[in-house]
């Protein structure tokens, strides 16, 4: 009996032409997924198609399988419902349990048959196109096969399980999609809460599909392992894998029991409905009379009638409870993202701001999207699902009156929705107590606007309404506007399409939102490609309204004809008007991006740069001179974004070579207008437009040791905007302008900072793998190069800076001057001592939030207006640290010191003469409750003035090991100041949580892990894992002695430059034998 | 006041032909649209009331073209379909005033007005608050009928209406059905004999797509008078008599199987002559159109 209901459903579903579609889609989901996974292992040792890629792939499932398990699991069961054959199929002689049985492993089967689909996918990358034959290995047939059987498999019994469970409980078909969609909402939470938060074992247990678990276990594995192991089922995973196939059993076993005929013919029936008809047979209401009405058919009355019509389909929609618990979990969400996972901040929560509250939209999007689209498909169908179409279609409506009131509606509920996420968003705030945090323009311009708002859902909600006209099928409409604009989603999230204006109604930069500058150079990107993308909305729409089938559908030739009579002729010329203004809007929007140089994809900036490489490594070799001192006057032009300058620069040969030829490297939209070399203009002997590097021709040679001037007025300004997210152009903003002077000024030389460093892309552009990203400890060459800047010794110099009327500029030096001119603001630097050349300069609209003296240092904090939440422990961190700089390593170099904001698009944090800056991301708007963010806080703060004291006294080489002495010293210098002042606890805090980074950034490592002693400069390494060797080696070595290692060190090497080999090598010659071998195997090994 | 249908054709594209060169002229009053099931009733109606086009042909109603102005054809047109959902979160109140406001009633108070007479006249005044999917089959097709009569329309095409329902309710239907009949063209599309005689003035009957036969029921069930005969016959000889006569229709009384037979004469003394019905004409014009379609 089983096996016969079992082998008809088999027949029946696998031969349906929508399985051989789903199986399809599932194919090209694996292929498309494994390019997806693949790039998130960045080591270039990974290969496309190795074990960890499918185990994660199999685990995540993918949203092609999840769509198909929801369309098809539930309609086993429901089908004899809808289709009524449960009236004379349930009567037939078969054991209902048997029957439940047949049906629900016939659905489990046909699920785990169609996805093998997947499985094929994967096999087929090699043959896809997608990769490079070197990038694949031999097909992981096995292990496939084990990621199959321990995540795929046991994945769909669950979502079998509790469709069917619920089905069977409640009867009802939505409930049962409801309960995958929190299911799969539920699966996303874990995945994004430990994406955010780290892992913790909640998560790894919770998740459902074992997706968290397994990105955890992968994580710690070998470049090697994740290329051929089988994964092990132990700990967690086994935990993971175990409770959930329990809840599949279990909730399997609860619908087997509940599953009777009797009961489930029920579905569907709403009897409990029913209303009495308390006519009588035979009365008929004689007597009342019908009055005969008016009508009226006016261009006015259908206007108004759009409007009145539209009233009724909204409450189609909201009335049902449906759609009121999906309000419901919605609002639990956004309210759990709000006061629980709202981790913009690295380390943990930030203040309540109308910025953190409004970027739930950002996470939920996708998902909030989906909805609305479905919901849109299923209105826009209404009629004819609920067989009412033949009744409004013959009324006398203009099919643009019934069909825009649809839309309308659906605006309607979006909006809705819309209001409730801001009002949720003002009571988190509220119950979180940052009432005066609330900026009601922002969440207008967010939730309301195109930045994935409000407009955003109503040009896709426009875009279903032209697919519902094209197609005229609901499940069509379904599939190709979901699949559309998930396949359109997921491209862009894999770097498949990187400009914004391919990817319908996307505008660029909605995740850069900085409370300083705002959206930056996006704020007029994304006005013009939303007005681009409303005009094709607008083209949609009418369209949509051209071809909808009024009545019985109509033959593709005849639907498609623009001849068709559902359009007036001006409604058919504004089709074409507005096509028109689509097209040149992205001609023009094509020109800001080409034309104006403000985008390059990522494949020609590798191009580029491997290029350069090519051309130019031979500079490496010559002789050039650097800079010695700068004296520069920059105005900036902040609603321009244009700054205009002059600079003296005194270079000097530092070789005993004759340097004839003089070789800079300008940054794009740079344009020199003035260059002489003492006083002489200089001959141009070539010029690389793509590289902007100009070669001339000294007039008079330069020999060895000798100083001249550079004498070079340019301006720089960005025209136009990008219609991608990648590059802010952070040095020239409106608001918050902030960048290296090496934006202005050029590099002499080899700019080695524009190689190509992962090793994968290096393959790719034919260009031989990096053994290490900085000279090795023994290149004599690099070892007398400075670590910040190769083409520079230490500089001194004038900075004079002005600015807006509104705003105030940063720079390095003290500021010696300060004055209004021309109704603008100006500002003199000086840097008296040489320096390193990191120098960075800037101008925003700043506050000054305090001022005051520590020891023999006058202070000042400059920050946003609104962003004075940690400015008490700002200033006590300058104070406190200010003295343990000077208590453990010396004098505080400087006597003027500024602590400014900048925004979240730079680095979190820099340090230079006079001046610290940290990112607004960093701690300005954390909240601090906690001892972990308020200890942050401390950290940043001294790491920097420690990083001072060492710039000031140390001459770092640019070898191996640099960023030891520049990133990771001040930063265990900074954990024993916390440790000190806040206590070990906090310390511990701050460790663990860098060691977590490390654990999970370091399996990302694109070339190879370098051991700390020769470090070269990688993000997750020195900050991290660095840091805390060198805290515990201070621990270990008391740090009394540690500091008089330190000095003494730094007395006793002389004046050229210093390596963290030598450093190294002193501290563990000071420690206890005993405890040498764990500090050697900690810096010269990778464990 | 009259509809008229000139040779419509309309061939679907599996090739199924719906209907051939149908022509009709139906003037004020019901007229009764007899077929079997699959007859072409569905897709005349459907045409008639500009849900779909047809191959060739011509439809105008008081001038106007069904096929150039379907929207002004809409304006003076009320249209029950055989089968109909209705929103179910909505009640049948709000519907009659959404779809009244569709048909043009604009003003609020009319359209208020116009929906409680028909609620009233419909029997569904005091159910008119509560939602429609708690609506049982017959109030459905009160409700139907009270939304085809929305607007006072001018033309009228009901389709199956009373499919379905019981005989109450069927009952109801009739009076509902002839009351608004008297002025106005009422097109009943119906394979129940007896909704035509009960109810037109007029009527034609549909087969295979053509028109079988048009005019009065009463004098097309006179044309059979002195023609029909029937005889109590058993299972066994049913086949042989089939064979020798023309058989019409066969039905049970009482559990004995009688057959009716059309012909001149007696044709034998065992038959007895039979009242002519209108069930009569329309198996005999069944009947006649088989035999013309095997020819």
């Not at chain 1, 997924?33 to 998130?40: A, E, I, L």
């Amino acid at each position: 009996m089983i096996t016969s209901i079992i082998k008809f459903q088999l027949k029946e579903r696998l031969t349906h032409w929508i399985s051989l579609v789903f199986f399809l889609m599932l194919i090209f989901q694996g292929v498309w997924y494994t390019k997806g996974t693949f790039d998130y292992y960045v080591n270039d040792g990974v290969l496309m198609n190795a074990p960890s890629i499918f185990y994660k792939n199999f685990a995540g499932l993918g949203m092609l399988m999840v769509i198909m398990i929801v369309i098809l699991t539930g309609s086993f069961f429901y089908k004899d419902i809808q289709y009524k054959t449960a009236n004379w199929v349930y009567t037939l002689p078969v054991n209902e349990k048997k029957f439940f049985i047949g049906r629900y492993l016939a659905a489990f089967c046909v699920n785990v048959i169609l996805a093998t689909g997947y499985f094929f996918g994967m096999l087929l990358v090699p043959y896809s196109g997608i990769g490079e034959a070197h990038r694949f290995g031999a097909a992981p047939i096995g292990q496939m096969l084990h990621g199959m059987t321990v995540f795929l498999v046991p994945n769909l019994l669950l979502f079998n399980s509790i469709i069917i469970c619920v089905l069977v409980y409640t009867k009802r078909m939505n409930v049962a999609y409801l309960a995958a969609f929190l299911v799969v909402v539920f699966f996303l939470l874990m995945q994004t809460t430990a994406e955010s938060s780290g892992y913790s074992p909640l998560l790894l247990i919770a998740d459902p599909n074992g997706y968290v678990t397994i990105s955890e276990y992968l994580d710690k594995l070998s470049t090697f392992d994740k290329n051929h192991a089988y994964v092990q089922l132990s700990g967690y995973l086994l935990i993971n894998r175990l409770m959930w196939l329990g809840v599949s059993v279990i909730l399997t076993v609860l619908a087997y029991r509940k599953f009777s005929f009797k009961d489930f013919i029920r579905a569907g029936n709403k009897k409990e409905k029913s209303i009495r008809d308390t006519v009588s047979p035979n009365f008929m209401n004689w007597t009342s009379k019908i009055p005969v009405p008016r009508l009226s058919f006016t261009l006015s009355d259908q206007l108004k009638k759009t409007l009145t019509l539209s009233s009724l389909e909204f409450n189609n929609i909201v009335r049902p409870s449906s759609f009121r618990i999906i309000i419901g979990v919605l609002v639990l969400m956004i309210v759990l993202q709000n006061l629980l996972w709202n981790a913009g901040y690295y380390i943990g929560p930030e203040m309540p701001l109308t910025s953190g509250m409004t970027f739930f939209r950002l996470a939920w999007g996708v998902i909030i999207t989906l909805l609305l689209m479905i919901w849109a498909g299923e209105l826009f169908f209404k009629d004819k699902t609920i067989n009412i179409w033949q009744i409004t279609d013959a009324l006398p409506v203009p099919v643009w009156v019934s069909q825009l009131s649809r839309l309308l509606a659906m605006c309607g509920v979006a909006l809705i929705l819309c209001l409730v996420f801001i009002l949720v968003g003002v009571i988190s705030q509220i119950a979180l107590g940052g009432m005066e945090q609330i900026d009601l323009g922002l969440y207008i311009s967010d939730v309301l606007g195109y930045k994935w708002g409000w407009l955003t859902f109503v040009l896709q909600i426009c875009f279903v309404f032209f697919i519902a006209g094209l197609t005229c099928s609901r499940y069509t409409t379904h599939i190709i506007s979901v699949g559309i604009f998930l396949i359109t989603i997921i491209s862009f999230d894999m770097g498949l399409f990187e400009q914004v204006r391919f990817g319908y109604p996307l505008v660029p930069g909605m995740e850069d939102y900085s409370e300083i500058s705002g959206y930056g150079i996006w704020a007029t990107a994304g006005f013009w490609l939303f007005i681009m993308w409303a005009s094709l909305a607008v083209v949609f729409v009418m369209l949509g309204i051209l071809f909808w089938d009024r009545g019985y559908p109509r033959s593709w030739f005849r639907k498609l004809q623009f001849s068709g009579k559902q359009l007036n002729s001006y409604a058919k010329l504004a089709v074409i008007v507005f096509l028109g203004i689509f097209l040149a809007l992205q001609y023009y929007i094509s020109a800001q991006a080409y034309s104006n140089g403000n985008f390059k994809s990522s494949s020609q900036e590798d191009f580029e740069a491997a290029d350069y490489e090519k051309k130019y490594k031979h500079l490496e070799e010559l002789a050039q001179p650097r800079y010695q001192k700068v004296d520069l006057e920059l105005a900036f032009y902040p609603e321009e974004r244009k700054a205009t300058y002059k600079a003296i620069i005194t270079l000097k040969n530092p070789s005993s070579e004759t340097i004839d030829v003089l070789y800079l490297n300008f940054k794009d939209f740079v344009k020199l207008t003035d260059l002489k070399f003492d006083n002489q203009s200089l001959k141009e002997v070539s010029k690389d437009e793509l590289h902007h590097l100009i070669t001339y021709h000294l007039p008079n040679p330069l020999s060895g040791g000798e100083v001249v001037t550079l004498q070079l007025e340019a301006e720089k300004q960005y025209v136009g905007f990008s219609p991608s997210g990648e590059n802010p152009q952070a040095d020239l903003m409106f608001n918050g302008s902030f960048g290296s002077i090496r934006e202005f000024l050029p590099v002499i030389g080899y700019d080695d900072s524009r190689e190509l460093d992962e090793n994968r892309k290096r393959t790719d552009e034919g260009l031989t793998k990096l053994l290490s990203r900085m000279p090795v400890l023994d290149d004599l060459s690099a070892q007398n190069e400075d670590a910040y800047a190769k083409d520079a010794f230490w500089v001194a110099g004038k900075i004079t800076l002005s600015t807006s009327s509104d705003q105030m500029c940063i720079a390095p030096g003290k500021l010696t001057e300060q004055w209004k001119e021309h109704d603008r603001n100006y500002y003199q630097f000086e840097v008296k001592d040489p320096a390193p050349f990191n120098w960075h300069i800037g101008s925003a609209k700043y506050v000054v939030q305090l001022e005051g003296q520590a020891k023999s240092v006058s202070y000042r904090i400059l920050g946003d207006v609104r962003h004075s939440f940690n400015t008490g422990i700002y200033e006590d961190a300058i104070r406190q640290g200010i003295e343990y700089v000077q208590e453990n390593l010396g004098k505080y170099p400087y006597d003027e010191l500024r602590l400014t904001e900048i925004n979240r698009y730079h680095d979190a944090r820099y340090a230079y003469p006079n001046m610290i800056a940290i990112s607004e991301k960093e701690g300005w708007v954390a909240d601090t409750k906690a001892l972990k963010e308020k200890s942050y806080l401390y950290l940043t703060v001294v790491s920097e003035l420690s990083k001072q004291w060492i710039n000031k006294h140390i001459h770092i080489a640019n070898v191996q090991g640099a960023d030891m002495l520049k990133v990771a010293l001040p930063e265990a210098i900074a954990l024993h100041f916390v440790e000190k002042s806040l206590g070990q606890e906090a310390a511990d805090l701050l460790v663990e949580k860098k060691l977590e980074i490390y654990g999970k950034d370091h399996n990302n490592e694109p070339n190879q892990e370098p051991p700390l002693l020769y470090a070269d400069g990688i993000d997750y390494l020195e900050v991290n894992k660095g840091a805390v060797a060198l805290y515990q080696m201070m621990k270990g070595l008391e740090p009394n002695l540690f500091y008089s290692v330190l000095k003494s060190w730094d007395q006793k090497e002389g004046d050229g430059n210093r390596t963290f080999k030598s450093l190294y090598e002193q501290l563990l010659s000071s420690l206890p034998t005993e405890n040498r071998e764990s500090i050697r195997v900690q810096f010269e090994e990778v464990n | 006041m009259e509809l008229v249908i000139e040779n419509l054709s309309k061939t679907y594209s599996n090739g199924v032909r719906a209907l051939h060169h149908v022509s009709l002229r139906i003037g004020k009053g019901m007229f009764g649209l007899l077929g079997q099931n699959g007859a072409g009733k569905s897709t005349l109606m459907r045409t008639i009331a500009t849900l779909q086009d047809a191959d060739q042909g011509q439809i105008v109603f008081n001038g106007i073209d069904a096929f150039q102005k379907p929207q002004e054809l809409r304006k003076v047109l009320g249209y029950l379909p055989q089968d109909f959902g209705v929103y179910p979160n909505v009640s049948a109140e709000e519907l009659l005033l959404h779809v009244a406001d569709m048909k043009g009633i604009v003003h609020a108070n009319e359209r208020k007005e116009h929906v409680d007479a028909l609620l009233q006249k419909v029997n569904l005044w005091d159910v008119r608050k509560k939602r429609l999917d708690g609506y049982s089959g017959g109030m459905k097709q009160r409700f139907g009928i009270a939304q085809a009569l929305l607007g006072s329309p001018q033309l009228i095409i009901v389709d199956e209406p009373t499919a379905g329902l019981d005989p109450a309710e069927r009952n109801r239907f009739y009076n509902l059905l002839s009351e608004i009949g008297e002025n106005t063209v009422v097109i009943l599309s119906t394979h129940i004999v007896e909704d035509v005689s009960t109810l037109c003035s007029e009527m034609a009957i549909i087969g295979h797509g053509e028109v079988l036969l048009t005019g009065k029921p009463d004098l097309i069930e006179e044309s059979l008078d002195g023609q029909l005969w029937e005889i109590q016959v058993s299972k066994e000889e049913l086949s042989h008599y089939y064979e020798e006569y023309k058989v019409i229709s066969s039905r049970f009384h009482l559990g004995k199987m009688l057959i009716t037979v059309v012909a001149d004469d007696i044709p034998d003394g065992n038959f007895w002559k039979k009242i002519p019905t209108l069930e009569d004409a329309y198996f005999n014009q069944l009947s006649k159109n088989k035999k013309l379609l095997s020819a």
